[in-house]
């Protein structure tokens, strides 16, 4: 994995910002620590720094072939997992100079050019320039995995993996106007498809690519959730299943460093590391698995509707089963709330708050092991896993499942946006263009119609949102994350199957438990679903809340975007609104604002 960035024109010679393009990669060198490079042409600046997983020596970016249709310059972030067949093809055609998939992916673009992307099977965000032609390609991966920000600033396109790095071109206004306010206080911590939050910022969208030309950008779909007639048995439709995980996780170990896995003793991560010690101990290898916990968790810690027991005795009886070398890391509140700033950073937005911060902590204890881990996020989206997808009364609510606080949120606007932004809209109007997007079969009943819609709503809003977190908490640290989970064939084949099997014997994921029940104990293959752990330490409530009171105490950017009077409700605990499902609580909110204060500071962010 890698940080990718560059600045384009076909009218302006690019070799004079060389500062600014040094700028640019320092503030990538979090994501690739490894290996930095930049070449600069005329037309085009192209920036990458490395995290070396496949061949280290021979995957330098950025990377040059010349050859008989001119000279194409890559930089890609990412890792394809069908590297081996594609690079048997091409073979035909070309001679390789290295194993990296970074040459599989240029010669590919060289062969089929745009059409290239259709096949992948991998996570990547990547532009290639072509010299004699005076364009540049750009291609997101299917899922949205790996990230791709860009803004058009008059005759110059800069693109860049993180907010901080397009920050860093003086051309990108560090601004936010009414949308980005309605982005930041209606919807964060997602973000409506697209949408960059900062003004004039816009994301490639997952499954889209395109060319940057003197006549400017023009991004195209080349893939996205397609409705078709599925006709099998529950048993053919678990043996399919149980073929496409297996395949997926097993590609997705592959690697020149170690690889270890996340270990929560939930079934996603359960049956990664189950899977994964089974490959190790046939290559003669031990897996190193890491789970996450908080002090005094187990003196605090509450059974709610949507975490009914704490993992750790979960997780030890995976350790044992698997028979791994287990490593536990254990964060206590100080630290926790130490990390909300230096997460905001890493995300280049407010986020998940305590939610985000741990996992930071929690990669940074990985890193110390190895450079790649495995973890199971997706297979809720996917599988039907969310309370919401299984209650009705939810399911048909119209609006956002996770998020019916927009009459809470809207009160925290400060007056100058609230009266400018229809705050209900606004929300309505994002959800509603997802919902209505979901392709349909003709004559589907009302109940796998809304079906689809809930799948389509999840993968485009809530997914985004946890792989944004995954993808900025892991490479900050230096470390890549893979999520087998997210293979866009498993979402493909998962969008057509009925709900009935999902939900088999009234079990969320209940599809995936019988696919998947030899490689589990029954205690875990049957556990109720429990969310990403979460401090229950009242220390964090009165922390946070100490620490807001304490920004608010001094001259703050903050209410210039938010009612003081509303933070001042927030801090006497009046109110208990989750702010964002099950994930953020009061605790989480009051902590969400203090990153947002962070965030105005630490980048220099202007109210337009």
Request: with cysteine; proline share 4%.
């Amino acid at each position: 994995m890698c940080g990718i960035a560059g600045a384009i024109s076909f009218k302006e010679d690019m070799r004079g910002d060389l500062r600014i393009y040094d700028e640019m990669q320092r503030s990538l060198l979090r994501r690739g620590p490894d290996q930095r490079g930049i070449v600069v042409t005329k037309e085009a600046a192209l920036i990458h720094t490395r995290l070396a997983v496949i061949d280290i020596e021979g995957g330098r970016q950025p990377m040059t072939f010349a050859g008989e249709d001119g000279t194409f310059i890559i930089v890609y972030n990412g890792e394809l997992y069908n590297t081996d067949e594609l690079r048997r093809e091409l073979e035909k055609d070309y001679a390789f100079d290295t194993r990296s998939d970074t040459e599989v992916v240029l010669k590919s673009y060289v062969k089929w050019g745009e059409k290239c992307v259709e096949r992948f099977n991998g996570i990547y965000a990547f532009a290639v320039y072509e010299q004699q032609s005076h364009r540049v390609f750009l291609a997101r991966d299917r899922m949205g995995v790996k990230p791709l920000f860009y803004a058009e600033c008059g005759d110059k396109l800069v693109f860049a993996s993180e907010l901080p790095a397009l920050l860093e071109h003086p051309d990108v206004p560090r601004e936010i106007d009414e949308k980005g306010a309605a982005e930041l206080i209606l919807m964060a911590p997602g973000r409506t498809p697209g949408c960059g939050v900062i003004r004039g910022v816009k994301e490639v969208m997952p499954g889209w690519c395109g060319f940057y030309t003197e006549k400017g950008l023009d991004l195209w779909k080349y893939w996205g959730l397609k409705a078709y007639a599925l006709d099998e048995t529950f048993e053919q439709t678990a043996e399919h299943v149980r073929s496409l995980v297996l395949d997926s996780i097993r590609r997705q170990l592959v690697s020149d460093v170690p690889v270890c896995t996340f270990l929560s003793g939930g079934l996603d991560s359960s049956l990664i590391s189950s899977v994964a010690a089974s490959e190790m101990k046939r290559q003669g290898k031990e897996l190193h698995t890491f789970s996450i916990d908080y002090r005094n968790n187990d003196k605090y810690f509450i059974k709610s509707h949507f975490q009914p027991d704490s993992d750790p005795e979960y997780i030890r009886c995976m350790a044992e089963y698997l028979g791994t070398v287990h490593h536990w890391t254990i964060v206590d509140v100080p630290e926790l709330v130490d990390a909300l700033d230096e997460a905001t950073v890493a995300r280049g937005l407010p986020g998940m708050a305590d939610v985000d911060a741990s996992l930071l902590l929690f990669c940074r204890e990985i890193k110390k092991y190895g450079t790649v881990a495995v973890s199971g996020e997706c297979a809720d989206e996917l599988f039907g896993g969310y309370p919401w997808y299984r209650d009705k009364d939810i399911r048909m609510t119209d609006g956002f499942p996770w998020a019916q606080s927009t009459a809470y949120r809207k009160r925290f606007l400060a007056k100058r946006y609230a009266d400018a932004i229809d705050a209900e809209d606004y929300v309505y109007s994002a959800y509603r263009r997802t919902a209505d997007s979901a392709e349909k079969l003709p004559g589907e009943s009302a109940d796998d119609g809304r079906m689809r819609e809930m799948t389509k709503l999840n993968c485009e809003w809530f997914m985004q949102t946890l792989l944004d977190r995954k993808d900025r908490m892991s490479m900050y640290s230096g470390l890549e994350v893979r999520v087998p989970f997210c293979d866009h064939r498993i979402a493909e084949y998962m969008y057509n199957v009925k709900w009935e099997y999902k939900d088999w014997q009234g079990r969320e994921k209940g599809l995936l438990r019988e696919a998947m029940k030899e490689w589990l104990p029954e205690k875990v293959l049957w556990r109720k679903k429990s969310p990403y752990p979460k401090t229950h330490d009242p220390a964090f409530l009165a922390a946070v809340t100490e620490k807001l009171r304490a920004i608010l105490a001094e001259d703050t950017p903050l209410t210039g975007l938010v009612e003081r009077s509303e933070l001042e409700r927030l801090l006497r605990h009046e109110d208990h609104v989750q702010w964002y499902g099950q994930l953020m609580n009061l605790p989480q909110t009051i902590a969400f604002f203090i990153q947002l204060d962070c965030w105005l500071k630490r980048f220099g962010i202007k109210l337009a």
